[in-house]
């Protein structure tokens, strides 16, 4: 699967800016409550209307300070709408190679012949499945650790309800892959393999506060000085918590 979090340094830039926007978008928002506070009083709003109206200032305000940085988040995601586009048509490209689809013409048989035997270690043909299973749990780890460095790297009390659920749906669908990768040809999951070890790297690469530095990336709050020092030190507290909670 295409990594959950991989991101290029210009839609890290972006994500850093608009978490950076929350505390004086939740300071304006308090501001905004006591202004309507004080219309409810002086113009007899009654709740629906009152809620209304806060509901239209608040994005009004939101959409301001996005134009205000030029952090609209769709420049963010855009990437996510090409690379998974592309990581499936990869992925069907590895798996026609592999039978031959949709032509058994000589080309085919070609690609066909150097793939049944020109494997690597455990796995001499990559039209077949990885028996061992060692290549589909492989997959479901790595993905299953680029979310937990995601968890463990940002502070809890920034954490939204929305982040949250995606959490534990990158969760599912990492342990969900595993099966599915055990039935496809093994050259199509080491493709899925070798895409989530590089977005894991480049997950890692990007905390770095030097690689940040040299990028240019704006500094981001939820973030600790020492992200690395940070995450090894949620995992020992997550651990010991499980382990007493088991006693």
């Known amino acids: 699967m295409p990594s959950a979090s991989i991101t290029t340094s210009s839609a890290k830039y972006i994500f850093t800016k608009l978490e950076n926007l929350k505390p004086e978008m939740n ?23 009152a809620r209304r109206m806060f509901n239209l200032s608040a994005k009004r305000i939101w959409k301001e300070l996005i134009v205000r940085e030029n952090c609209h988040p769709f420049k963010a995601t855009a990437l996510l709408w090409v690379q998974i586009p592309l990581w499936i048509c990869m992925s069907v490209s590895f798996r026609n190679m592999a039978s031959m689809m949709p ?21 001499p043909n990559l039209t077949d499945v990885d028996h061992s299973l060692i290549l589909p749990v492989a997959m479901g780890l790595i993905n299953l650790v680029i979310t937990e460095v ?18 534990n749906f990158f969760r599912v669908i990492s342990v ?19 895409s989530s070890a590089y977005g894991l790297a480049q997950n890692l690469a ?42």
């Open 206 to 247: 990007l905390m770095h506060p030097g690689l940040q530095r040299v990028l240019r990336l704006p500094p981001v709050t939820s973030q600790p000085p020492n992200p690395y020092q940070y995450m090894w030190s949620n995992l020992l507290k997550k651990v010991s918590r499980r382990k007493v909670a088991q006693d």
């Open 103 to 123: 032509l058994q013409d000589a080309a085919a048989q070609i690609l066909f012949l150097e793939l049944s035997t020109g494997g690597i270690a455990w796995i």
């Open 27 to 49: 300071r304006l928002v308090k501001e905004l409550k006591g202004e309507t506070a004080f219309a409810i009083k002086k113009f007899n709003w009654d709740e629906t209307h």
């Open 150 to 167: 995601n968890v463990l790297s940002r502070k809890q009390e920034t954490s939204s309800r929305i982040q949250k659920i995606a959490t």
């Open 176 to 194: 969900a892959m595993i099966p599915i990768a055990a039935i496809v040809p093994s050259c199509v999951v080491l493709y899925w393999v070798t």
